[in-house]
């Protein structure tokens, strides 16, 4: 093999910049850095000075489903950064506290509207198909 007989240490740090996280985290809001695809500050470099779209709710439901989206990018990054960063305390307690938010959230988003998965249990039913899709009942939402 090509490594077998070296003392070869692959050191991840080497490849990724010190972005100075654990001792200044410079971290987005949720919404923000979902819009950016980004929950970094300064990691977030528009392409050819354009800017992203800004998404505005019309209405509760989209409101909620937005925030939940927000916040399950959020976790997304944060759990990339933890993986490489897994002793950054207030990393995780950001992160833990975006997991709570988006599961009392996602809770009261099943209780009003519907489930947002098909695997979520909602009644003694299966009604999936009984629920309103986005393009069915308002001329196309902000999320098809």
Do not use: Q
């Not at 070296?6 to 949720?30: E, V």
């Not at 490489?84 to 959230?105: A, I, S």
């Amino acid at each position: 093999m090509l490594f077998e007989d070296n003392n070869f240490d692959i050191n991840l740090s080497m490849f990724m910049p010190d972005l100075g996280l654990s001792r200044n985290p410079n971290i987005l809001d949720p919404n923000e850095g979902f819009l950016r695809g980004n929950m970094f500050r300064n990691e977030y470099v528009p392409y050819k000075n354009l800017t992203y779209f800004k998404l505005n709710p019309r209405n509760e439901k989209e409101k909620l489903l937005y925030r939940i989206m927000a916040l399950s990018f959020a976790i997304n990054d944060l759990n990339l950064y933890l993986d490489l960063h897994p002793d950054n305390k207030d990393m995780f307690e950001l992160f833990k506290k975006y997991v709570v938010e988006k599961k009392e959230l996602s809770a009261k988003y099943n209780k009003t509207y519907g489930p947002l998965t098909v695997t979520k249990d909602v009644g003694t039913k299966y009604d999936w198909l009984n629920s309103p899709w986005p393009w069915d009942n308002m001329g196309g939402g902000m999320y098809v």
